[in-house]
């Protein structure tokens, strides 16, 4: 069995952990191993730390799990998987749950009695009117230990992190913040790439009216509810409210225009044997890139909001070992895992905050990550994606000047206000037909040939070697009984000659 082993700044963390008596707010970056720092300590002091309740997102609790067995071997772990599932009759060591879950199993949790708290994401109980924020509260009180663990910057400073300091009931707590350059400094540089792309007409038709009928509303908005001097706060709030879904609206329109895109691009990706991690928000968004992937007969992976709990650690692993070539994720797939086999990760739609954008980049860039990193945003000109762009990249350059300023507030809500505020000044800039990519604009690739109707794969080019065509031939689906080099290109031969006709073969160029 390897030797589990920890780095130097994870052991520093630690050390301080203890002497803070194990109530500590744990910051650090995405990416630097947060997890593996709590199931160390817990191993670590097992008999002070006790009883483990640990809260995380349902899309990581299978991966709680699994670290906890591999760092707590000593440990009974048990996963609260469902709404009914009964507790085990013998008391465990570490209880794992969604955050989903807290509120329905709030009777079973008080009876586990846990010595110690660890809440995943933290951010998610900032608001303390929640009945999930006031359900960690009452586990909290009853605990000696909390440990707070996010990556999330707190943009909205002061308020949210007070209202987080509260989960540690006046117990003295410290912030432990470590940034992923400062503990990985030799982890090759990310780089953000706005790709261009143009919406077919059909869509570009639907999304201007759908635009025109948002400008006329608020107009009317506006005038109606603060020309009359009613009171600004509510007014500001159900303004915001309202826009919220219509601008989301807008979004997920230009997000069904650049569908064709997002496909062609990941599409020419694998050919050459890159694999690719796709992020988009809205479903119907995610299953049209499925279904078009499904017709070129491109593996991939979809995590979303409904996708099974059992099943998400799987996808991630098949992706991981080379199983699969392409992941696509929704927001729930944003945090809390590892996605690193990619080097190129493509946003087909822009999320609301500059905070959550990184969260996802994180996926593929953190520790075990040993190439440069290309973030590429699809970009459709003259819509949502022109404001919602000139937004976060000023919020992005004020966090990177100062971070914690209060006046920076960085959510869905401050969001739509802003583009409420700048909606008649901005105008949509221009479209130049030379800027914008032909991606999706042509025909799809054709599909890839079944590996049955295969007798030899093809590969020329420096870029190729022995590991890579296999890497190629495995997430593309092809089973291979020689690999072999004849001086000028590599050969992977897929099936014997006599089970095909004399004559009969043709050519297929792959890229």
Known sequence: MKKLTLRPFQKEDILQMRENNYNVFIANAPGTGKTIEVLAALTIDK?????????????????????????????????????????????????????????????????????????????????????????????????????????????????????????????????????????????????????????????????????????????????????????????????????????????????????????????????????????????DVIDEISAKLDKQRLRHVVIYGRTPKKKRQQLVERFQNGEIPIFIGSKAASTGITLVRARNLLFVERYWTSADEEQAEDRIRRIGQTFPTKMWYLHAGGTIDDRLDRIIKRKRRLLDQEFGLEDIQDSPESTVMDLIKSWSQFADAPISKDSVSMLGLGNALPPLPKATSVLQILFAGARWNKSSVKAWAKMNGYKYKHVKFDGRLWRITCNDHKNFEKGKFQTFSVS
């Open 47 to 283: 008999d002070l730390l006790g009883t483990t309740l640990i809260i995380c997102p349902a899309s990581v609790t299978k991966n709680w799990e699994k670290e906890a067995r591999k760092w707590c071997p000593w440990a009974s772990v048990n996963r609260l998987e469902s709404r009914s599932d009964p507790l085990p009759k013998k008391l465990c060591n570490i209880y794992i749950i969604s955050w989903g879950l807290l509120q329905d199993r709030v009777v079973d949790l008080l009876r586990i009695r846990a010595t110690t708290i660890v809440a995943d994401e933290a951010h998610m109980a900032k608001n303390e009117d929640t009945k999930r924020s006031q359900v960690l509260y009452g586990l909290c009180r009853r605990a000696k230990h909390v440990m707070l663990l996010t990556g999330t910057p707190l943009i909205n400073a002061i308020s949210e992190y007070d209202s987080l300091q509260t989960l540690f009931c006046g117990r003295k707590s410290i912030m432990i913040r470590r940034l992923l350059e400062d503990v990985a400094p030799d982890i090759p540089k990310k780089t953000r790439m706005t790709l261009p792309v143009a919406l077919p007409t059909y869509a570009r038709r639907e999304y201007e009216k759908a635009q025109s009928d948002f400008s006329n509303w608020l107009e009317q908005q506006l005038e109606a509810r603060f020309d009359s001097e009613e009171a600004a706060a509510a007014h500001k709030r159900a303004l915001a409210a309202e826009a919220l879904v219509k601008i989301g609206y807008l979004r997920r329109l230009v997000g069904k225009g650049k569908v064709n895109a997002a496909v062609d691009w990941a599409a020419r990706a694998v050919r050459v044997g890159e694999p690719v991690v796709i992020f988009a928000e809205h479903t």
